[in-house]
């Protein structure tokens, strides 16, 4: 009976040593040592992670670690945070084996994007930041805020998160990445009269008018300003240039 406990306990310590970490530390470890604000914006020390890539390499391990089967047991929120922070990771990679680069755009072909090359391998399938994105967070998931934590690398997206993205505190990390995004002046300019809105609002309304009813439904519950049908809108120019320093 011993001998049997012994080797119960020793299956689940091999088991507990694998299994998937949902708080994402090294994520979390990651982002603090390799980001810093200025302003409002979220900024990359990419030469940094050039130079040591140890600790993102880790991290893209454990996502890779992921079998179909493990990830069909995770939780809807967990399902949801796992992707958005593999997306998130992924776009790091793709700017450090480039390194150094103005733009993330730099990095598409003549008839490709950067967002169609398929350099991630999750659960057995080849897949590109596109097919996360798209075919996977937006198709599943109905969400629109997931536009605010998803990060294209670029000075005009919303700031990459500084923390990883957990089940246990999704729905407060989506409405703060929203409000942070919407409150910051450089990519929104919201009055009654003029929204002066990020380009996300205009590549992305049908999301926003599928899940609140229009893009003015939306920014009116994060803006003290009264915004309605007679509040012009119109988008401003978006600053792909990278999120460095």
């Not at 040592?33 to 880790?58: F, N, R």
């Amino acid at each position: 009976m011993e001998k049997i406990m012994k080797y119960i306990l020793l299956f689940l310590l091999s088991f507990s040593a694998y299994a998937f970490d949902h708080e994402h530390k090294v994520w979390n470890q990651f982002l603090m040592a390799k980001t810093k604000m200025k302003g409002k914006q979220v900024l990359v020390d990419y030469q940094s992670i050039k130079m040591d890539p140890s600790l993102l390499k880790k991290y893209l391990e454990q996502l890779e670690g992921v079998t179909k089967s493990e990830f069909q047991e995770f939780n809807e929120k967990q399902k949801l945070s796992y992707w958005i922070n593999a997306y998130n990771a992924y776009t790091v990679k793709l700017i450090v084996d480039n390194y150094p680069v103005k733009s993330i755009k730099d990095l598409g072909g003549f008839l490709s994007s950067p967002w169609s090359k398929e350099f991630i391998k999750l659960m057995g399938q080849e897949m590109s930041l596109d097919d996360i994105e798209h075919k996977t967070i937006r198709k599943n998931f109905k969400e629109a805020r997931i536009h605010f934590v998803v990060n294209c690398a670029s000075m005009g997206c919303p700031s990459l998160y500084r923390e990883a993205i957990v089940a246990d505190k999704i729905e407060e990390q989506l409405e703060a990445a929203t409000k942070h995004f919407l409150t910051n002046s450089a990519k929104n300019q919201i009055s009654k009269k003029h929204a002066k809105l990020s380009k996300i609002f205009d590549w992305y309304e049908g999301d926003f008018e599928k899940y609140h009813g229009s893009v003015r439904k939306f920014i009116q519950k994060y803006t003290s300003e009264k915004v309605d049908k007679d509040t012009r809108v119109s988008y401003l120019d978006y600053d792909w240039s990278l999120n460095k320093f």
